[in-house]
């Protein structure tokens, strides 16, 4: 079949289901899960291989959601009049296997590909070589109660730390130091050369080093800066890779503590922190090239003559991982609820405000690319917003997990601003719960395009569906079976109607948040409120 004819076929099994009806209400009905499905299905058709950034099967995607847009009314977004923010990225992959030897008075010893480690990549070298003293830093991280770098050198040397942070930590905040860039920033700051990570043990158990290894290929992109180069938040000191619990093991030889003791008194609380025994030659090789892609945005002027200077972004990333190597004989993610099912509800509520009043403040859609290749497409908007009236507040979907009638949602940073009142008004208004976020090892906070807005100042909030009513067997299954994997697809049980009722409660917290009087703000004190201060 040619693509032509696929994609006029795709394209009309869409359209026939999402003109079953054109009434949105605040309610969720049949109507709008067909509209859902409809938008699934063509966003998640093996035709877009996978929607990833800078492929033909995105740009398909972002004409067919621009094209949505246009059709509800709700106007171009972008600063040329266009729905199409262009976004100019560096793409680089490892060229080679690369190599990690250690080294020590007893002779080298090369860590084994795939097995023992995957190599880091440098958006800025095409090859990178460190050989350097290695100190093991904890997690790395340097808080109020812990400085996991007081008392060491690691000027000229190459920092190890394991994934994750301190168990004891607030969940948005261990987010926070969990962070890879988090990380690598603060050994950047005190002269490391040089970045690896080593897996928890309870790490690799929920993000196996298998499918890492499966994907060590996959590309990986920042945007260009004006000088053409990637942005590259600490550039001197680079990812070198990241080791297994295997791999570390070997990197703990000789040294005062092994590997099992060290992870045993870091789930206790306190990872002893050290120089070790051996040092590192390590070498990386990265293929780089130039990719063009967009944020699609729309736009949705405010009616109030004060308050529409003011502008709230609901936004939802468009890309997923395109084709990786096969498993049971399938290549294609199509990444049908990563997140294809929150652009669905995203494009849902936009037709909910342009069928209802229109709001106070002026409202952007952001449909953003290469949120898998590290949140790059929302970095670039929060950096250059196609417009100059300020962004007071962000509202995102990601990864909606809609196979199940979920009665709780998660809605993390909604308890450190403004925002908080308002997502529970608006859940209180469907009758549904509230809930803590019940997987704080998974450092979601920082994991989605809302994160890149608080990096700005913005008060934001990122909504999941909860765990109860079976929402917890459902959600650790699909991250256990189905995330980043060809399975996310359309044979998936979905419930189109739980996407109907999640479109639902994200109209009524955006018309909470777009009507209010008062200009949402960070709560006093608040630790992303006065960590990413605006100037």
Do not use: C
């Not at 605040?26 to 291989?49: C, E, S, T, Y």
């Amino acid at each position: 079949m040619s693509l032509s004819l696929a994609l006029a076929r795709a394209l009309a099994g869409a359209a026939a289901l999402a003109a079953a009806s054109t009434g949105v209400q605040a309610q969720p009905d049949d109507r709008g899960a067909d509209r859902i499905k409809a938008h699934v299905a063509f966003l998640a058709d093996d035709l877009l291989q996978g929607r990833e950034a800078g492929t033909p099967g995105f740009d398909i995607a972002a004409a067919y959601v621009a094209s949505q847009l246009a059709q509800l009314g709700v106007q171009p977004g972008a600063a040329d009049g266009t729905y199409f923010q262009r976004v100019s990225m560096v793409a680089g992959r490892s060229s080679d296997e690369g190599a990690l030897v250690l080294t020590s008075k007893a002779g080298p010893t090369p860590l084994k590909f795939g097995e023992d480690y995957l190599p880091g990549r440098n958006l800025l070298s095409a090859t990178t070589h460190v050989a350097a003293p290695l100190v093991f830093v904890g997690y790395g991280v340097r808080t109020a109660r812990q400085d996991d770098y007081a008392g060491l050198n690691v000027k000229g040397k190459i920092v190890v730390a394991l994934s994750g942070a301190p168990a004891g930590l607030q969940t948005e905040e261990r987010a926070y130091y969990a962070n890879s860039r988090t990380k690598r920033l603060a050994a950047e700051a005190r002269g490391a050369v040089g970045f690896i990570t080593i897996m928890a043990p309870s790490d690799e158990t929920r993000r196996p080093f298998a499918n890492s290894a499966r994907q060590w290929r996959n590309w990986g992109m920042a945007w260009r800066t004006e000088a053409g180069e990637a942005f590259s938040p600490a550039a001197s000191t680079p990812d070198l890779g990241m080791l297994s619990v295997t791999g570390a093991a070997k990197l703990f030889v000789g040294a005062r503590r092994s590997y099992d003791e060290v992870v045993k008194a870091a789930e206790a609380g306190a990872p002893p922190r050290f120089a070790l025994a051996q040092g590192l030659d390590a070498t990386i090789n990265t293929e780089a090239k130039l990719v063009e892609s967009a944020n699609v945005v729309g736009r949705i002027e405010g009616a109030d003559p004060k308050l529409k200077g003011e502008v709230v972004v609901l936004s939802a990333h468009l890309d997923h991982i395109g084709v990786t190597p096969p498993i049971n004989g399938d290549s294609i993610n199509n990444g049908a609820l990563d997140n294809a099912g929150g652009v669905a509800t995203t494009l849902e509520v936009a037709r909910a405000f342009v069928e209802g009043e229109r709001p106070r403040r002026t409202l952007l859609f952001l449909l953003n690319t290469a949120e898998e290749k590290g949140l790059v497409g929302s970095d670039y908007f929060a950096r250059n917003p196609p417009t100059s009236a300020p962004i007071v507040a962000n509202i995102n979907l990601d990864m909606p997990i809609l196979t199940y009638d979920f009665v709780d949602v998660v809605a993390f940073g909604a308890e450190r601003s403004s925002l908080g009142p308002a997502v529970q008004r608006a859940a209180g208004r469907m009758g549904v719960r509230l809930s803590p976020d019940p997987l704080p090892e998974e450092g979601l906070f920082t994991r989605s395009d809302h994160y890149r807005f608080v990096e700005q100042g913005v008060p934001s909030v990122f909504l999941m569906t909860g765990f109860e009513n079976s929402g917890r067997e459902a959600f650790t299954s699909f991250l256990k079976d189905h995330y980043h994997k060809p399975s996310d697809d359309l044979s998936l049980p979905i419930d189109y109607r739980a996407g109907a009722k999640f479109a639902a409660i994200n109209y009524e917290i955006a018309r909470e948040v777009a009507d209010a009087d008062a200009r949402p703000a960070w709560n006093d004190g608040d630790f992303f409120g006065t960590l990413f201060v605006r100037p």
